[in-house]
């Protein structure tokens, strides 16, 4: 299943990108800074059902990623594998300019 989602608030909280229904893994995940003239940087959570933590220090797996404009960032060398409503979130620097884009499939 392919799923996109733009950014459009810019700082906290960051944004819902994905969110585990059943079973999942995540194969991939392509964050896009669609704008030819604005940089921005991303952080990068993952939040496990009933775990307590909001998106935070506790769940933050990358901060600070720098994307010029027109880049792609990918996330592609590992896999999540994901429990019944595990959550991806991003947090991006600017609004309207981040776009992700994740590929899952269901294991269960």
């Known amino acids: 299943m392919i799923t ?8 906290n909280p960051p944004t819902l990108v994905y969110q ?3 079973q999942s893994a995540v194969t991939t995940m392509l964050c896009c800074n669609t704008s030819t003239t604005v ?3 991303i952080d990068i959570f993952v939040v496990s059902n009933g775990s307590g933590y909001p998106a935070g220090n506790q769940t933050q797996i990358m901060k600070s990623i720098p994307l010029p ?8 060398s590992e896999k999540f594998i994901l429990e019944n409503l ?3 979130y991003v947090g991006s620097t600017t609004a309207g300019s981040i776009t992700v884009t994740i590929s899952s499939v269901s294991t269960a």
């Open 4 to 11: 996109s989602t733009q950014i459009v608030t810019a700082g």
């Open 20 to 22: 585990s229904s059943g």
């Open 39 to 41: 940089s921005a940087s």
């Open 69 to 76: 404009p027109t880049e792609t960032f990918v996330l592609d």
């Open 86 to 88: 595990d959550s991806i």
